[in-house]
């Protein structure tokens, strides 16, 4: 397939490439990032013009609706347009509608699984889109991916990935805060572990994620808390969760507490660039407030 692919940075880079290792003809295009082993484009619209299929992967939702202003008159009528980048809901759907209008067929694919996944081919993709365009898009999945799951219409992939992530902010909180308390209480860290990883306590972040460092698997907290994971990347998340929750008139208590907590942490202590798993050794440093 022809593939324009409009935004190669941690993780668009990887997945074009993989992409171009698996074949297809990969034309990118990106504001500042040179990737090496990709052909550029010096616009959008040239990166875009006669392909089969658009990939972008963009920082924000903002930037997705203003890329797709530019490109979609550019888009032939029963092509793909495949938006990876994690964004609001409502963008996601509202891009999705100008691209039927012109006859586009348009998926949201947010992911998991980082740098490291888009890296080795194995993120996982959530999917919002027809029957028909999840179809046409599932061998490109299978190579920038180990699985995609098909969430139903349009928006619904972006749903799925920040409900996902708000259940991962607010666990890893309250993996943390335990930690914590447990060390104020003279519990070792290591019968802790042992404790909740085989009790009602267990969770990925405590299982898989242990944000304690000598505890568990290998994890961010066993190389001095360098992400993995960046916290401000689970701002964002949480950020973009409260939009939603807001908008669809949803109570959700843990997550605006979840946001809170990652906000003050990421802007007002100034640990961005740290794995979203430090909040054990910053809450630590506190007492009872
Ligand atoms: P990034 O900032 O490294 O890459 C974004 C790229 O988009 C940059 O190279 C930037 O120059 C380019 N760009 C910005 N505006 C542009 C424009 N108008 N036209 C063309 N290119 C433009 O970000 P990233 O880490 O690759 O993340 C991309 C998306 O994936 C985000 O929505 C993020 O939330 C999501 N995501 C990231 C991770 C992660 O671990 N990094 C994990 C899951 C999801």
């Known amino acids: 397939m022809k593939i324009g692919f409009i935004g190669l940075g941690n993780m668009g880079a990887p ?36 392909a089969d299929v658009v990939i972008t992967m963009l920082p924000n939702g903002a930037i997705l609706r203003a890329v797709a202003l530019q490109i ?15 964004v609001e809901v409502e963008t996601a759907r509202a891009v999705a509608k100008q691209a039927a209008d012109a006859g586009i067929l348009a998926l949201d694919a947010p ?7 888009a890296a080795g081919g194995t993120l ?65 860290r290591q019968a ?6 085989t009790s009602s306590g267990y969770s990925w972040s405590m299982n898989t994620y242990c944000p304690a460092p000598g505890v568990g698997p290998q994890s961010p907290a066993d190389n001095d808390y360098k992400p993995g994971f960046a916290a401000e990347l689970m701002l964002k998340d949480l950020r973009l969760s409260q ?33 979203f798993s430090a909040i054990l050794p ?3 440093q506190r007492n009872r407030r």
């Not at 992911?111 to 996944?117: D, L, Y």
């Not at 335990?178 to 209480?185: E, G, H, V």
Request: charged share 15%; with cysteine.
């Open 15 to 50: 997945m074009a490439a993989n992409l171009a290792a698996a074949g297809h003809d990969v034309i990118g295009y990106d504001t500042m990032a040179k990737p090496e082993g990709i052909v550029m484009a010096a616009s959008p619209t040239e990166a875009v013009a006669g």
């Open 124 to 188: 996982t993709f959530m999917v919002g889109a027809s029957d028909e365009a999840f179809a046409l898009a599932a061998p490109l999945f299978d190579i920038m991916g180990q699985k995609a799951v098909h969430c139903g219409p349009n928006g619904n992939g972006q749903a799925a990935k920040i409900c996902n992530n708000m259940i991962l902010g607010a666990t890893m909180i309250a993996t943390c805060e335990a930690f914590a308390l447990a060390d104020k209480l003279g519990l070792e």
């Open 111 to 117: 992911v998991s699984g980082g740098v490291g996944g």
């Open 282 to 284: 910053w809450l630590t």
């Open 243 to 275: 939009q939603a929750a807001e908008a669809a008139d949803a109570d959700t208590p843990m997550g605006r507490t979840a946001r809170d907590t990652y906000a003050q942490f990421v802007e007002g202590e100034g640990r961005a660039g740290m794995d």
């Open 72 to 86: 979609l008159p550019v888009m032939e009528p029963g092509t793909l347009f495949l938006d990876c980048s994690s």
């Open 192 to 197: 802790m572990f042992d404790v909740v990883s």
